[in-house]
């Protein structure tokens, strides 16, 4: 009976430490709704003083707009926004005509360079192994469809001469 008594009271114990802890979940948790409650009523009542303030700036606004006779006509209020995009545009109409500039440079200096290197080639002259008789063989042989790397192996010449062929006289 002893040992019963002594499970029983420990059981009680268990029991009552338990409560204890619920008790102090509970009362934690209340704490913390409680400062979570107080936080938004606090944001909620800074709300409904903005919302008071800016319904009386609007009130404010709307007795000035009546006061205010002098309003602009419909032609003062066009010419008034062409006055604005015009503001606005100018500086992408002067950057636009930069760059038009800039690629018109380009575009000449990019001449200039095609023209030195069209006249480069001009210079150049044919490799001595190529003469007339090859040049009409290469033609005649890439007409038919013969590959440029045999045409190079049949006339004991590099494929570079026999592409090179091709282009001056603009087959290829």
Partial sequence: ??????????????????????????????????????????????????????????????KQMKNNTDRMSDDEIYQEIERSVFDMIKPLSVSIKNLQQSIRMIDET?????????????????????HANDDEKIISLYKHGTPLETIAKELHISKAEVEFVLKINKIK
Avoid: C, H, W
């Fill in 110 to 130: 990019l001449n200039s360079r095609i023209s030195s290197l069209e006249s480069g080639v001009k210079q150049i002259s044919i490799p001595s192994s190529i």
């Fill in 1 to 62: 009976m002893n040992m019963e008594f002594i499970n029983i009271e420990y059981v009680v114990i268990a029991l009552g430490a338990i409560i204890v802890y619920l008790l102090y979940y509970v009362f934690m948790k209340d704490a913390e709704y409680s400062k979570n409650i107080r936080s938004v009523a606090t944001v909620a009542e800074e709300l409904n003083r903005e919302i008071f303030y800016l319904k009386k700036k609007l009130d404010e606004s709307q």
